[in-house]
């Protein structure tokens, strides 16, 4: 007993040590460190705690492999926005980009805009149902006036603030977010290694598929770790090159995180019902490994939220700013697009439109990549062409995306 509260309070102990560096003003004053937080939060925010129940639900034993998978599908995609970034950004700012690639572009950016308008209601919705249940109180009503009030404050503040105060709740929430998580992994190494050193074997109980439909799965779970793109629409405050860098290194350790929380969680997650996956006994079954993780996993879970939710909330208002030519301030883009995420809240059934927020997700990226092959092929100067290899991966992440699109079931 003694050693267990002395393990607990080591817990609570790192997570307040990673909480002061990573508050510490050289972080805060740093220009690639604060346009990190956009992208990560939204990538770790989507999905984090779901990922491992999730692939253990569909494939198994096989989880690990599954989600190396996806991390490596959504880092290509990655590249791409990036190569976009680099290269298509400033041809449409100067004005001399062709018309059809334009309209690649546009088309892809409004399909992205609704998307992000359902992740934002959806994300908050989440937000608030599991905060009133963890309280005991079961209400649509009481979820969505919570949910709507939330979303009146993070538009309040990106309206008075702009990007810099979102910036500052998302640097709140994920510095929280990520203590807890580093805090997490040690509960669930040092719980796996008294698993392996006693003999024990995992087995999962889940529901037998076929291949094809664990394929279909697998598929939709790539808008797990969505957010990545949210780089491309901060231009406002950050040069490409900073954007470039900051997505590059939230998609790397975001996936690292991933990957290694997966591997960490199988002993938890044989323990949960794998038939019905639910968040409230992913973060109890956690207990297991130490008493303190549920209520520190609890925090974490409505912070995750919270911050995909303003990640969201800035990568739309900064899309519209640009879809507009600067006609429509980021400020009154945040207010429209909080406006729409309320009118969803109070109008839609999200569980089953979510299934639409994840193909648009899929199809922006879609158009993404054909958006890079088609400047390359029609509209490029000779010394800015992709190489072969590029031509190729992006070809084959073009192929990816339209099988998400018609064949993926979304993993939410």
Known sequence: ?????????????????????????????????????????????????????????????????????????????????????????????????LKRTKEIEYIGNIVLVLAYMVAVAFYLSLLSSFSLNYLGISSLIYERWMTTSIIIFIAVVGYIK?????EKLESLSMTVQLA????????????????????????????????STQIQMLAGALLVVQGFETSRFIGEKYSAKIRVDSMRNAQIISGILYVVSVILFMPIVQNID???????????????????LPLMLMVAAVMSQFSAAIADTGGAGGLLNENSNKRLSTKVAYVGVSMCAILLVWSVDLMGI??????????????????????CRQDCPAKSRMTIVQRVLYIVISIILLYVIFFAIPAE
């Open 1 to 97: 007993m003694g050693n267990e509260i002395v393990f607990n309070g080591l817990l609570v102990l790192t997570s307040l040590m990673v909480i002061v560096f990573l508050s510490r003003p050289v972080l805060r004053n740093n220009q690639k460190w604060q346009a990190m937080l956009t992208p990560l939060s939204s990538i770790v925010g989507s999905g984090f705690l779901i990922m491992a129940p999730l692939l253990a639900s569909i494939v198994g034993k096989l989880s690990p492999l599954a989600v190396l998978g996806i991390v490596l599908l959504a880092y290509g995609i990655g590249h791409v926005i990036r190569f976009n970034i680099c290269h298509v950004e400033p041809r449409i700012a100067d004005g001399t980009l």
């Open 162 to 166: 702009g990007l810099s105060g979102l």
């Open 180 to 211: 807890i998580i580093v805090a997490l992994l040690i509960g669930l190494g040092v719980f796996g290694m008294n698993f392996l050193a006693g003999g024990e074997t995992l087995e999962f109980v889940h529901q037998q598929r076929p291949i």
């Open 274 to 292: 794998l038939m019905q996956v639910e968040l409230a006994d992913i973060i109890d079954a956690t207990g297991s490994a130490a008493l303190i």
């Open 354 to 375: 979510i299934a639409l927020a994840s193909k648009a997700f899929a199809t922006y990226y879609l158009s993404q990549t054909l958006l890079a092959l088609y400047y």
